[in-house]
């Protein structure tokens, strides 16, 4: 603890999540997002809003694949930061959504590598996990990170469908999504479920 503490404050002044959420105890792991045989991202590609979820907890993986793949995303399962850079040197996300705590190396450092990078730095990132793991998040820490939002477990799945959908208008990869919404909503005020309707625009 004393010597991530130090590597923390060599850098920045951080608070006790940063200090104890990462994982550096692993250090091993080399992520090569801009390897030349690597696919680049591209906002406004046209293609369906494709999604990486990264987490350790196949429950919670589930969860999220339950409530967000009946908007239309493409939605990409994996278990840890090495098999999320695999999947993305593959076939670019518009978003990741990762958890804090992963096997191999911390949520943390995978969104700077992903926002450092050349090639993926316009993929939207957020970070998800449970207060009782890593405690609160600053703004300040989801700056240095890079990450573009931040949601604590259990999760609102209304706010984090909401973030997702500003996150995918702003890189061009949501008109399709946004005109199903609409479809729905609309059935849903036809059926006299007006509050429902609302909710869902």
Known sequence: AAESTSRA???AT???VSQAEIGESTGQVVLELDAPN???YRTGHGGVARLIVVDDDFAARQLLV???KP???EIVEVSSATEAVASLRKRPADVVVADVMLPDMGGFQLCRAIKESKKYGG???ILVSAVIDSGRVSEEVLTLYGADDYFEKPLSM???KRRLRQLLVERGAAPQLVDETFDRALALYREGKVDAAIDEL
Do not use: A, H, N, Q
């Open 71 to 73: 908007l239309g995303y």
């Open 14 to 16: 951080f608070t006790p």
């Open 38 to 40: 690597s696919v680049g």
């Open 9 to 11: 404050d060599d850098s």
């Open 123 to 125: 993929v939207g990132l």
């Open 158 to 160: 209304k706010r984090i």
């Open 66 to 68: 339950k409530e967000l």
